[in-house]
């Protein structure tokens, strides 16, 4: 008779145990019990990069790699991005339904009354060197709101949980414009709600008292679909480490801060970037071929192309492929278009990258479009952050309602001395090469 078990023998002991399966894996816990000794700690798992293990279940995001797919509580991504928006997707995220009209209303309007900031961030966000990364004004400024809402230390309260994910995911887009404006040395602009989520923030960053100022609504609606698109995407970097903090019970604010300085790395929030420095690289069109044959020798790197967990082409590539068309009839053409869909077809028709699974990601066209709209480059990981605050709020709150998740604690193999007796200091010898 078919079980749902695993049966593992132990060639040390030649016992057999037998492990349950369970939705197509089985307890890490139930591991322990293979030992050869019943003082024994008992077998463990070794993943240090977390390539084949579950550190939780959810139902937000599903993603499955080898047949391109990617849905947000089991809607189609494609579908979203034609007929959706970023706050709809936001609300989906965190409650697990699309809204109806008149919770999308209260929903929204509770968001864009929250856009405001405390005179005292202000202050903070002011106090900058000119020259200050804009990531990192973010960090530091979501960090230092937990110290302006105290009551946002009681997670458990669902109602107060509420109300800070209205102000985080109101307020961020708020930051953002205004570390980019201290960076430029212009005024700021505080938030027109009337104009929507992604128009307030392009708002915020342009208006420089024109009159009857508007914002491209090609524009603020590609805006909308990369903020849609980059809302939530699994258990990443981020999104672990914000389950991982929020596990210890502190506010979200702090938790948002790790998750955004996780973002921060160049692994994580900064391959636009490099796809634009290699773009800029390559040049022109025909060098294309040249470039592709040395990055075949190992050489040099293919940025924006294949995906840890993608092993075909990334849904929203193609997706942000269509945006960057109608971004180019309000900006004007980008030569940087031509080089990365020249790179692309290459790269589409050639054995070698086929074979290693290598598609355009998310990051391909990403950078092309937000260049465009003259976005500076070390904006790029604000610009994920903002929107894919609402997927790691989403997973915070399922963290906290899930009775099976406890304090983050992963264990480790120790590799150092079993015990060693203190050594006074005279008669210590240092193996280390003397510093000058």
């Known amino acids: 008779?078919?079980?749902?078990?695993?049966?593992?023998?132990?060639?040390?002991?030649?016992?057999?145990?037998?492990?349950?399966?369970?939705?197509?894996?089985?307890?890490?816990?139930?591991?322990?019990?293979?030992?050869?000794?019943?003082?024994?700690?008992?077998?463990?798992?070794?993943?240090?990069?977390?390539?084949?293990?579950?550190?939780?279940?959810?139902?937000?995001?599903?993603?499955?790699?080898?047949?391109?797919?990617?849905?947000?509580?089991?809607?189609?991504?494609?579908?979203?991005?034609?007929?959706?928006?970023?706050?709809e997707c936001a609300y989906l995220l965190l409650y697990?339904?699309?809204?109806?009209?008149?919770?999308?209303?209260?929903?929204?309007?509770?968001?864009?009354?929250?856009?405001?900031?405390?005179?005292?961030?202000?202050?903070i966000i002011e106090s900058f060197r000119y020259d200050a990364h804009p990531m990192g004004i973010l960090i530091s400024s979501v960090a230092a709101m937990s110290t302006f809402h105290a009551e946002a230390r009681n997670v458990n309260d669902p109602e107060i949980r509420e109300k800070q994910i209205w102000r985080i995911l109101g307020k961020l887009p708020t930051i953002a414009a205004f570390a980019y404006r201290v960076r430029i040395g212009r005024p700021h602009n505080y938030p027109d709600i009337s104009r929507g989520y992604a128009g307030n923030f392009l708002y915020m960053l342009d208006y420089m008292n024109e009159r009857d100022y508007e914002v491209p609504p090609a524009l603020s609606r590609a805006l909308d679909v990369l903020f849609l698109l980059h809302a939530d995407h699994e258990q990443n970097c981020s999104t672990a480490t914000m389950r991982s903090v929020g596990s210890s019970r502190v506010d979200p604010y702090s938790a948002v801060a790790a998750a955004a300085a996780a973002l921060f790395g160049p692994l994580h929030g900064g391959a636009n970037e490099a796809v634009l420095r290699m773009l800029e690289e390559i040049g022109s069109v025909a060098a294309v071929p040249q470039y592709v044959e040395r990055v075949k020798k190992g050489e040099i790197r293919l940025m924006g192309f294949g995906h840890r967990v993608y092993s075909s082409y990334d849904p929203r590539a193609s997706i942000i492929k269509k945006v960057a068309y109608d971004v180019f009839e309000v900006t004007g053409g980008n030569p940087l278009i031509d080089i990365a869909l020249e790179l692309e077809r290459i790269a589409l028709e050639d054995d070698y990258f086929i074979s290693y699974k290598l598609y355009p990601n998310v990051d391909f066209y990403s950078g092309i479009i937000l260049q465009a709209m003259r976005f500076p480059t070390d904006m790029f990981p604000v610009l994920f952050a903002i929107p894919r605050a609402a997927g790691w709020l989403a997973q915070w709150t399922e963290m906290l309602n899930d009775p099976a998740q406890k304090i983050s604690r992963p264990r480790q193999i120790y590799t150092g001395y079993a015990q060693r007796s203190y050594v006074p200091m005279e008669e210590r010898t240092s193996p280390r090469t003397t510093r000058t």
């Not at 749902?4 to 002991?13: C, V």
């Open 1 to 87: 008779m078919k079980k749902d078990s695993l049966s593992i023998t132990d060639n040390r002991s030649g016992k057999t145990y037998e492990i349950p399966i369970e939705n197509g894996s089985i307890r890490a816990p139930d591991l322990r019990q293979i030992k050869l000794d019943p003082d024994d700690f008992g077998i463990m798992s070794y993943d240090p990069a977390y390539m084949n293990t579950a550190a939780c279940a959810s139902s937000i995001t599903y993603i499955d790699g080898e047949k391109s797919i990617l849905r947000y509580r089991g809607y189609p991504i494609e579908e979203l991005a034609e007929k959706s928006s970023f706050l």
């Open 96 to 123: 697990g339904e699309l809204p109806t009209k008149e919770e999308l209303e209260h929903w929204t309007n509770r968001i864009m009354r929250h856009t405001y900031i405390h005179e005292n961030l202000v202050q």
